[in-house]
């Protein structure tokens, strides 16, 4: 059964936090808001986290993950980033976008795409993800907590605590969120390509 953390939306309890990130970095799968719905996280490094993520949603290991960043400096690390896109960034993140880069050799092969060899990144603009991120020393593997059936994120947390206690380690509560989805925009070539739109406003890519 997964501990269940009721945690302040906007000054999240720094002793909260810190267990979360202890439980990610022992191999714990969690659960947590982000500002487009819930989302299940793990170690970047983790093969086994990322299986039971695999699991729970129904989903194969050519699904498109994304890096959960809480800067700029951090995505560098593992996406490429040019100056054009760098100014995009810096000025709609943080935000509920998501950004494709092809990625750099520090990415684990397992977390990007395999034919384009891409990852998604994003700094989500939540109180309670980003006190968590600030306590990582790596940026969180991610994918949103859409269950096999579902079109959109789940936004209960004690839904969510009914459905999958038993799956996971630790299940932060945020209270109850929005459902729409993050804005794609694909950075990885020269042009820029909407992928899909979502919460995200479009207009400083257009």
């Known amino acids: 059964m997964s501990q269940f953390f009721y945690v302040h ?19 714990g799968v969690i659960i947590y808001p982000t500002d487009s719905g819930y989302a299940l996280g793990c170690a970047i490094d983790d093969k086994n986290a990322l299986e039971r993520i695999c699991h729970i949603r129904k989903i194969d290991k050519k699904h498109n993950f ?23 960034l810096k000025s709609n993140t943080p935000g509920p976008y998501t950004f494709i880069f092809k990625s750099t050799k520090d990415l684990p092969k397992r977390l990007m795409n395999p034919s384009k060899r891409t990852i998604g990144i994003r700094i989500p603009d ?53 459902e729409s989805p993050t804005t794609v925009i694909d950075l990885s070539d020269d042009e820029v390509v909407i992928v899909r739109e979502g919460a995200g406003d479009l207009s400083p890519f257009q």
Not at 138 to 167: A, C, H, W
Request: net charge negative; charged share 25%.
């Open 9 to 27: 939306p906007e000054n999240p309890q720094k002793r909260l936090m810190k267990q979360a990130a202890e439980i990610i970095e022992k191999g």
């Open 66 to 88: 994304t890096l959960v960043c809480k800067d700029l400096a951090e995505i560098a690390v593992y996406a490429r980033v040019d100056n054009s896109a760098y100014r995009m």
């Open 126 to 178: 939540n109180a309670i993800a980003l006190a968590l991120l600030e306590e990582l020393t790596t940026p969180l593997m991610t994918t949103s907590l859409i269950l096999p059936g579902k079109t959109s994120t789940e936004f209960d947390p004690e839904e969510i605590r009914d459905l999958l206690e038993n799956q996971v380690d630790l299940i932060l509560n945020g209270g109850y969120l929005g």
